[in-house]
Nanobody, 117 residues
Framework: QVQLVESGGGSAEPGGSLRLSCVAS????????MGWYRQAPGKQRELVAN????????HYAEPVKGRFTCSRDNAKNTLYLQMNSLKPEDTGVYYC??????????WGQGTQVTVST
C-alpha cells in the first residue's frame, strides 16, 4: 500500500516563502503523476500543480504560476513544492496525491499552510 507523508507546512507572512515535501513509500508504480492540491476553509479541494514521472511534464494552476515551483526526485520518490511570494489566499491545507498510471490514487494526510500578517 502506497503511503504519502507531507512536511514543511507552517506560517508565513505575505511575500514570504515555504517549501513542502511529500515522500511516497510502499513501492508506487514507476509510471505516475504526483501533485499538490489545497483546500481552503469552506472551499473545494483544488489542484495546485502536478508533475509526471516519465517526462517531468508540469502543470500549474493559474493562481500560482510564476510563484510556485513543483519538482520531484524520482530516485527518492519525493515531491516538492517551493512556494514564494505567498499571499493570504494561499492559506489552506495542502495535500499530496499520487496517481498510478494505470492504477490507484493515493492521498497524504495534508499539511497546514497559513499566510497572514
Amino acid at each position: 500500500q502506497v503511503q504519502l507523508v507531507e512536511s514543511g507546512g507552517g506560517s508565513a507572512e505575505p511575500g514570504g516563502s515555504l517549501r513542502l515535501s511529500c515522500v511516497a513509500s510502499g513501492n508506487p508504480y514507476y509510471n505516475n503523476i504526483m501533485g499538490w492540491y489545497r483546500q481552503a476553509p469552506g472551499k473545494q479541494r483544488e489542484l495546485v500543480a502536478n508533475i509526471r514521472s516519465s517526462d517531468g511534464n508540469l502543470h500549474y494552476a493559474e493562481p500560482v504560476k510564476g510563484r510556485f515551483t513543483c519538482s520531484r526526485d524520482n530516485a527518492k520518490n519525493t515531491l516538492y513544492l517551493q512556494m514564494n511570494s505567498l499571499k493570504p489566499e494561499d492559506t489552506g491545507v495542502y495535500y499530496c496525491k499520487l496517481s498510478e498510471l494505470p492504477g490507484s490514487d493515493f492521498w497524504g494526510q495534508g499539511t497546514q499552510v497559513t499566510v497572514s500578517t
